[in-house]
């Protein structure tokens, strides 16, 4: 399948993941609502990895396929300095902003059909997050 990777280096980084976010969610067939779903979700993770991690890191989008269902597989990974407590980070009453653009990882959880967090203190985080398309938009993917 297709696969775009991105790095996470500066602010201006992050515009450049959104875009690029809508540009292939729109290249599937998503949905405009969906496609802002994506834009906000990418944005959410690719500001923490600046604003939370004391590193850089990485965006990749992957267009997948399971069970004749196409979805857009969104990874951002970072060496920072992990996630602390993360089970009382994805309640929906925590962030760790209070500039984000909705309420940080839990808003994730929201607008994401799947979304999985792997942290390590010490060793960085790994987000995962997977949308699918509808059964409508399904019909007009190749």
Request: negative net charge; contains cysteine; glycine residues 8%.
């Amino acid at each position: 399948m297709v696969r775009t990777t991105l790095p996470i280096c500066f602010r201006s980084d992050v515009i450049r993941a959104r875009q690029l976010g809508c540009d292939t969610a729109e290249t599937m067939g998503f949905s405009r609502i969906d496609r802002r779903r994506i834009a906000t979700a990418i944005s959410e993770v690719t500001r923490n990895i600046l604003q939370h991690s004391g590193a850089t890191g990485t965006l990749n989008l992957e267009v997948v396929e399971r069970d004749s269902k196409y979805g857009l597989l969104i990874t951002v990974e970072d060496s920072g300095c992990g996630i602390p407590d993360t089970p009382s980070l994805l309640g929906d009453s925590n962030s760790s902003s209070v500039t984000c653009l909705g309420a940080g990882i839990p808003s994730c959880k929201r607008l994401m059909d799947e979304c999985e967090i792997v942290t390590a203190m010490g060793q960085g985080t790994l987000i995962r997050m997977t949308i699918w398309l509808s059964k409508e938009e399904q019909r007009d993917h190749p």
